[in-house]
């Protein structure tokens, strides 16, 4: 078993701030059940180099890789981005830590 962390990062725009608000009720405790914790959630942010994938940046530590596709495909996620299908536009990546 790896003891590398695993990192969810997504880029999203919101375009249905109201929907959205249906997703951000739900998500956070799906990726608590799967020992997710928020390192960066939405703050401000600065482009340096390339093209700013979306207007919302979400970085998100869990104890490994496999934790955070399991949350990706728990009843508990699918429930909570059910919510945020059609609020927008999201790009989500998973990586293993270092």
């Known amino acids: 078993m790896s003891d590398k962390k695993g990192y969810?990062?997504?880029?999203?725009d919101i375009t249905e701030p109201a929907q959205y608000e249906g997703y951000?009720?739900?998500?956070?405790a799906a990726f608590a059940k799967f020992g997710g914790e928020y390192l960066a959630r939405g703050g401000?942010?600065?482009?340096?180099?390339?093209?700013?994938p979306g207007a919302r940046?979400?970085?998100i530590e869990f104890p490994s890789l496999?934790?955070?596709?399991?949350?990706?495909?728990s009843p508990e996620y699918v429930e909570a981005k059910s919510k945020r299908d059609g609020a927008g536009l999201a790009n989500?990546?998973?990586v293993e830590g270092v």
């Open 8 to 12: 969810w990062i997504a880029h999203v």
């Open 24 to 28: 951000k009720a739900l998500a956070p």
């Open 44 to 52: 401000e942010h600065k482009l340096i180099e390339g093209q700013v």
């Open 57 to 59: 940046h979400v970085v």
């Open 66 to 73: 496999q934790a955070a596709i399991d949350c990706y495909n």
């Open 92 to 94: 989500i990546i998973m």
